[in-house]
């Protein structure tokens, strides 16, 4: 008998699918074999995808239906039970590993004329735009893409003879097991094929194409002819088969970035009146040893958009291109007045880059050397007011900008202020960097991310303040030692230069609120950016502005002289003491 799915559809920000399933006990007494899809709603779809799940248990080894059930039935059950900030790899990963250990365990228990549980297994998760893909054993993954099929995955099995074979790896065999993960890209129209070794071993490749043409039209009879066909041809073992339809994709992740990062090659300088898929290139804005920055037009629409694509440097980089993609991810995912957006690339891009909003202004470092002298307090409030906005903005998605700087703010015309260059943003659940990687510039970052220690939003407001500081006095808060400290006593050995000192302008009580947030320690910071805010518009009786300058601010080169001296005393001292005649 033959098991089916009806053919299923789920459409949610643009991805549709159509999945159907099928499987036969065959010529055999019964089905060991498993088969499991699915399609869950909004919002469980756009977090952690479709699903489809196929395995195949082996007979003689204890119980292999029941093995091949537990897996298919854990796997739908408990991954979608993972924390949304795992990805799909590493909530796969973990599933499946559990999994083993409990049929390993299983197997144990079993008397010597048992092998244990063992079973095959094959997963598919579409996620937004990208397949994740896990497969241990001799069960198979295709594609279909554009008239041609392709095996996705590699057999774990050897020859022994007789036209025998014998599995190399399965889950329960031991208490460890390794579980091959390949991630791959999904497009419109592309068919997603998962059988059992009682299909592909008696179906050509050929004969497979032909009786996936109609998969398209009618899924579930496509399923239930692949199975029939094997029959025809002599399978003697169970028959089982999933298929999955994409009609249309949704917006891409994170993930799709990163896949497109590590697959699409990069651009070579672009010259004035180039083309490239539409776009006609205007001007170069910028160019630095990582990106290149070019103002171009959609042909089509005459819309001027910026296209910023990374350095031939980067090549090979696979830190700076995951950087990139991620940028790429962010502009996209957020819709915010004063964050830049970030558009669509054309679906076949020839190339690595990303598109934005063009933007008529000048960022703020350019903006600053305009002004005949420090721009006054309310003006570098207000500005203050708008880059908190979009702070919020991240902060409220887990993302961390990390690179806030004059640079990255950008004035425009209208007197709106947007941040941009998200390329060492942070985003929770999904950065890999090591804790010691520090992307931003050193004169802007927080101590702790020099330091390589943990860092959260209170590493953001750290920059905040100190582009504030440079606005109000043309100078930095701890002056130019503060970007060739790396350790912690060189940070210790700071101290903070008040701002109304500075720039007689700037009020007592703002100075306190600057001071604050930019102490070196972040447990000494304001606990949110509102709260920051709120002192740089008024007063706050609480912070007792520091109206007495410490000697080590004043005249730091002065103090530790003078405190050198001291000590040198002292341990002359303590010498004359232990050496003097008794």
Known sequence: MTQALPVSSRPAAGLQVRAAQASSAGRKP???????????EAPLLERKG?????????????????????????FLSDYYSTPDTWSVRTAGERVLSALNRWLHGQGQQYSQTHRGFFTTFAALVLRSQSVHLFHVGDSRIWRLRQGTLEPLTTDHAA?????????????GMDHQVDIDFRITDARAGDVFLLTTDGIHEFLAHARLKTLLASAGAEPQACCAAIVDAALTAGSDDNLSCQLL??????????????????????????????????????????????????????????????????????????TALARFAIEDWLGQRFDHRHLIRGLPAPAQRTGLYLLQ????????????????????????????????KGLQALHRREVLHQDLKPDNLFLCAD???KIIDFGSASVAGLDERPAQDCPGAAEYAAPECILGLARDERADQFSLAVTLYELLTASHPFGDPYARARTLFDFQ?????????????VPLWLDAALRKALSLSPEARYDSLSEFLADLRRPNPALAPVTARPWLERDPASFWRVLALAMTGLALIELVWICRPW
């Open 245 to 318: 339809v994409v009609d249309a994709l949704a917006a891409p992740e994170a993930d799709d970035s990163r896949l497109q990062a590590a697959t699409l090659p990069l651009l070579p300088d672009l010259a004035p009146g180039q083309r490239l898929d539409g776009l006609c290139v205007e001007a170069e804005l910028h160019a630095t040893a990582r990106s290149q920055v070019y103002r171009v037009r959609d042909e089509a629409s005459g819309c001027r958009m910026v296209l910023k694509t990374p350095s031939r440097l980067c090549a090979g980089d696979e």
């Open 30 to 40: 019964e089905n060991e074999d498993a088969v499991g899809i699915r399609l869950p």
């Open 357 to 388: 909003e063009h933007l008529e202004g000048e960022t703020l470092a350019a903006w600053r050397q305009h002004q005949p002298s420090p721009p006054p307090v309310q003006t570098v409030v207000a500005l203050a007011t708008q880059v908190v």
């Open 159 to 171: 020859r022994v003879g007789g036209g025998k074979t014998c599995l190399t790896r399965a889950l």
């Open 50 to 74: 479709v699903a489809l799940v196929l395995a195949d248990g082996v007979s003689g080894a204890g119980d292999g239906r029941h093995a091949a059930e537990v897996c298919v039935q854990g």
């Open 493 to 505: 050995r700071l101290g903070y230069r008040s701002a109304c000192r500075v720039n007689p302008h």
């Open 415 to 417: 007197g709106t202020l």
